[in-house]
């Protein structure tokens, strides 16, 4: 059935609770870096579904895999092993160097399971969380998470959270004690507006763990599978955390979230404690395996390093505030944030502001110089008009 633009945004205010304040477009297509209004107007995508479509949209090996796993197998319930679960969980060992797996569905759940097995692992309660911190929007993944407006409507959320600032050893130092099960952390924080940690931080947050022993917690949802030029952004500080959750761009664009742990916590885990009904089903385990082998057939974390230094040099040029990032997460501080989003659209670049002053670039790894290029022509433009 054909649809007019007015059709569809009509529709879902009718029939869709408005938990989503939507861009007045909808999309059709995607190809590549670039997604197709229901119009045919084409449109640069540097959100990429909020870093998840790194391998960039409608990838040809990507679809054949899917599509030939699709006509197999879509699902049964983890009383039963499959293969591409098993296939899956071998590579993350390869990629990430952690021992132990389990599959969830996105990357409030792979918090919400990382937060329970540090409870089970260590018998304490409290956790440590950042000012700044997004993690979920689920009662544990949201107790964790910093940001007011998030947590206010829906509180008491769980007890023993302590915040600490971002980066400051010394509020960390106060704050922490014997009582902790894990000290959760975005190696950088992207909500916040992409702020990476700084080392000095890390390295305290590992020097305190072998006195207090408590269990880390590296969030990996957004910076993991390439994102920051590495594969997980935890191999900048040259760090081994206890637990990473993981997902977004871990299916390209399909439904996948993990959770990885060392032996030694996976040790102390028991059958029945944890599950997920849809949890590792053979289909998003194949896209996820899929993904994994096009970041590594096309080079792509070699790109995200090399494009996302030349896209935060070109950034600096136009006079940006504070341009920020690893890899291809870059943030950049602006006065009207919200101003260069709408007008950005308007031109055919896709652009996300995490706040009234901060834009944030997450655009699929596969992106080139000649996409970046086009970009910085359309921002210097609106940076000239307004």
């Known amino acids: 059935m054909a649809y007019s633009s007015d059709e569809i945004i009509e529709k879902e205010k009718r029939f869709l609770i408005q938990f989503y304040r939507r861009f007045n477009v909808v999309f059709k297509k995607g190809k590549g870096c670039w997604l197709y209004d229901i119009n045919g107007k084409k449109y640069l995508d540097l959100v990429a579904g909020i870093a998840v479509a790194s391998i960039g949209h409608c990838h040809p090996y990507f679809i054949e895999r899917v599509c030939n796993q699709i006509?197999?197998?879509?699902?049964?319930?983890?009383?039963?092993?499959?293969?591409?679960?098993?296939?899956?969980?071998?590579k993350l060992s390869e990629i990430s160097k952690m021992d132990k797996f389990f599959f969830c569905n996105s990357g409030t759940e792979a918090v919400e399971a990382s937060l329970k097995i540090s409870r089970k692992f260590t018998g304490k309660k409290k956790f440590i969380a950042f000012t700044g911190s997004f993690h979920g929007r689920t009662f544990g993944s949201l107790s964790v998470t910093y940001k007011e407006v998030f947590r206010k409507p829906f509180e008491p959320l769980l007890e023993h959270v302590t915040f600490v600032k971002f980066n400051d050893v010394e509020d960390l130092e106060k704050k922490i004690d014997n009582d902790v099960a894990a000290v959760i952390l975005e190696p950088v924080q992207g909500e916040a507006g992409v702020y990476p940690a700084n080392t000095d931080f890390i390295k305290a947050i590992f020097d305190l763990k072998s006195k207090y022993e408590f269990l880390i917690i590296f969030d990996e949802v957004q910076t993991g599978f390439g994102r920051t030029g590495k594969w997980f952004a935890k191999d900048h500080f040259d760090v081994h955390p206890d637990i990473i959750a993981m997902a977004k761009a871990m299916g390209g664009g399909f439904p996948i979230g993990c959770v990885g742990v060392t032996d030694e916590v996976a040790r102390k885990l028991e059958v029945s404690e944890h599950a997920s009904t849809f949890g590792?089903?053979?289909?998003?385990?194949?896209?996820?395996?899929?993904?994994?082998?096009?970041?590594?057939?096309?080079?792509?974390?070699?790109?995200?390093?090399?494009?996302?230094?030349y896209f935060r040099s070109k950034l600096k040029k136009l006079k940006f505030k504070n341009v920020r990032g690893l890899g291809l997460m870059i943030g950049a501080t602006v006065n009207n944030a919200k101003e260069i989003v709408l007008n950005a659209l308007n031109k055919g670049v896709l652009i996300n502001n995490t706040s009234e002053t901060d834009l944030r670039f997450v655009p699929p790894l596969i992106i080139k110089k000649d996409e970046i290029n086009f970009a910085i022509n359309?921002?210097?433009d609106i940076l000239q008009e307004i």
């Open 378 to 380: 359309v921002i210097k």
């Open 280 to 309: 590792g089903n053979p289909l998003a385990c194949t896209a996820a395996l899929a993904t994994i082998e096009i970041i590594e057939n096309e080079n792509l974390i070699k790109n995200s390093e090399k494009m996302g230094e």
């Open 71 to 90: 006509q197999n197998l879509i699902h049964v319930s983890n009383l039963y092993y499959t293969i591409p679960q098993v296939e899956l969980a071998e």
